[in-house]
């Protein structure tokens, strides 16, 4: 029989696994879904459709405790933040960004943990490592944005809102670190109700700005997008990642963003037709890299 220890490796592997090849296809996926519905509309299809199964699952596998008030107000703001901010405007910034750069902006959250976890949670300061990685990742920000037409961006709005949503996962994933423990809820239903509440918020946000589609007139390739949104990146990825949240260190709940560019970049060019010109390849090394200061710089 395998030790609590061992169980404890095998899982934190296999969760860094179905965490990264989730969310390192996810920006593939959302170009072909965006092809056919809007963003807050698909984010609000995909959350409610993910929160709705995995709820049902928690069900049947036994789970009978009922969130309090106490709960649906923590998963609300939880949903706020890393579903209608992180999500929803992705979704909105990819409409303008590469699939490939939209995965290279979101490399940036180790920085902006180990940044939060200094101005907000008190923890060590930034050291000399650390500021390294966090000037080369903004360098390798700035190179994308001004170099629009190089890198395959066609507005500026995109990056500003794939930022936003970087710093929104954030802030959700301090708040869910800081108040893990007041809840009974599993891993499972907790993220169950936050992608359920977060796509009713998406939804509204959608109705308000006049977003719609005709069913009729969505391709194959949407359907199979907004399918692999739902179970990969909505059910598989926020489940293991709230596990590793849980019973991890943060550096490594988050070292998916190690890979998630490189998959973005890569699926963007194999798949969607993307072009990896020199400014791309460029910014991918600086934004990469930079995230291995930030942990580096934290170990030692």
Request: with cysteine; proline share 3%.
């Amino acid at each position: 029989m395998l030790t609590a220890s061992r169980k404890k490796l095998f899982m934190t592997i296999s969760c860094l696994v179905l965490v990264y090849l989730s969310w390192g296809s996810c920006y593939i996926s959302v170009k072909f879904a965006l092809e056919s519905f809007p963003p807050f509309l698909l984010c609000g299809m995909r959350m409610t459709l993910a929160g709705g199964i995995l709820y049902l699952a928690t069900w049947l596998y036994g789970e009978r405790t009922r969130p309090t008030l106490a709960d649906c107000r923590q998963c609300f703001i939880l949903a706020f933040f890393m579903v209608l901010i992180s999500s929803g405007f992705l979704c909105k910034g990819q409409e303008s960004v590469p699939s490939g750069v939209a995965g290279m902006f979101a490399g940036m959250v180790p920085i902006w943990m180990v940044l939060g976890a200094w101005l907000f949670l008190h923890e060590a300061r930034p050291r000399k490592l650390q500021c390294i990685g966090l000037a080369g990742g903004t360098f390798g920000i700035l190179l994308l944005s001004l170099n629009q037409g190089v890198s395959g961006l066609t507005s500026w709005w995109g990056p500003v809102f794939l930022l936003l949503g970087t710093l929104g996962w954030v802030t959700g994933s301090f708040y869910s670190k800081v108040h893990a423990g007041e809840t009974k809820l599993s891993v499972m239903r907790v993220s169950a109700l936050l992608m359920f509440i977060g796509g009713l918020q998406s939804l509204l946000t959608a109705a308000v700005l006049g977003e719609r589609t005709v069913l009729s007139a969505v391709t194959p390739e949407s359907w199979i997008a907004l399918a692999a949104l739902v179970l990969f990146s909505g059910i598989v990825a926020y489940t293991s990642y709230f596990w590793l949240l849980m019973n991890t260190r943060t550096e490594v709940a988050v070292s998916f963003e190690y890979v998630n560019p490189v998959i973005g970049v890569f699926l963007g060019w194999l798949i969607g037709g993307e072009q990896i010109g020199m400014v791309v390849f460029t910014a991918c090394v600086c934004i990469v890299g930079s995230v291995f200061f930030v942990v580096a710089g934290h170990r030692d």
